[in-house]
């Protein structure tokens, strides 16, 4: 039940579907951050060994999203230029 509902929520169904968002907050010394997906205006964790490039807050960015080992987790995260 909870699955389905995430799967709903993030169209996770669609793995190759990218999805574009802003960077709410992001501390390249620890190495993580959240981006605000524009869909649902949900929240997703990102590390930076998924991240192409360098990103900072309020960029607008593109990237997948995956099921990593503790949770949905953004991929491929690129800045929009």
Do not use: C, P, Q, Y
Request: no cysteine; hydrophobic share 40%; net charge positive.
């Amino acid at each position: 039940m909870i699955r389905n509902f995430i799967n709903k929520l993030f169209n996770l169904n669609k793995e190759s579907e990218t999805k574009e968002g802003v960077v709410k907050f992001f501390n390249a010394k620890k190495g993580f951050g959240f981006i605000t997906i524009n869909d649902s205006k949900e929240e997703i964790f990102v590390h930076t060994t998924n991240v192409v490039g360098k990103i900072r807050e309020k960029n607008k960015v593109t990237f997948n999203i995956e099921k990593g080992k503790k949770g949905l987790v953004a991929t491929n995260v690129r800045v929009i230029k």
